[in-house]
């Protein structure tokens, strides 16, 4: 179980700093970031997120929008993760083991 919560908030710190380097570069790059490799090896690394989160959000929700929401719903998919992470150390008898 220890296993299963440090896996998911492991790919939840990834998708989360690609999604944050996305943005920053996005920011720096302006109207050409498209062209960009980095950008585009950014928004590859981001899409599986990006899109299960444009399925299960209604169409009301812009699509420019939809980064940032899969932003804080991972962010949330973290800290969850990191509850779960706790509390399963605390549990062991040699904590030793969580480092």
Same mark, same amino acid.
């Given at each position: 179980m220890l296993l299963l919560a440090v896996s998911i908030k492991l790919i939840a710190e990834i998708a989360l700093m690609a999604l944050f380097g996305q943005w920053l570069l996005g920011l720096l790059a302006g109207a050409r970031r498209e062209a960009n490799v980095f950008y585009r090896l950014l928004q590859t690394l981001t899409q599986p997120f990006t899109r299960?989160?444009? %399925?299960?959000?209604?169409?009301?929700?812009?699509? =420019?929008?939809? *980064?940032?929401?899969?932003?804080? #719903?991972?962010?949330?998919?973290?800290?969850? %993760?990191?509850?779960?992470?706790?509390?399963?150390? =605390?549990?062991? *008898?040699?904590?030793?083991?969580? #480092?």
């Amino acid at each position: 179980m220890l296993l299963l919560a440090v896996s998911i908030k492991l790919i939840a710190e990834i998708a989360l700093m690609a999604l944050f380097g996305q943005w920053l570069l996005g920011l720096l790059a302006g109207a050409r970031r498209e062209a960009n490799v980095f950008y585009r090896l950014l928004q590859t690394l981001t899409q599986p997120f990006t899109r299960l989160f444009r %399925a299960i959000t209604p169409r009301l929700v812009l699509d =420019r929008h939809i *980064p940032l929401l899969t932003f804080f #719903a991972l962010a949330w998919v973290w800290v969850f %993760a990191l509850i779960g992470k706790v509390q399963q150390c =605390r549990a062991l *008898p040699g904590q030793a083991l969580c #480092a």
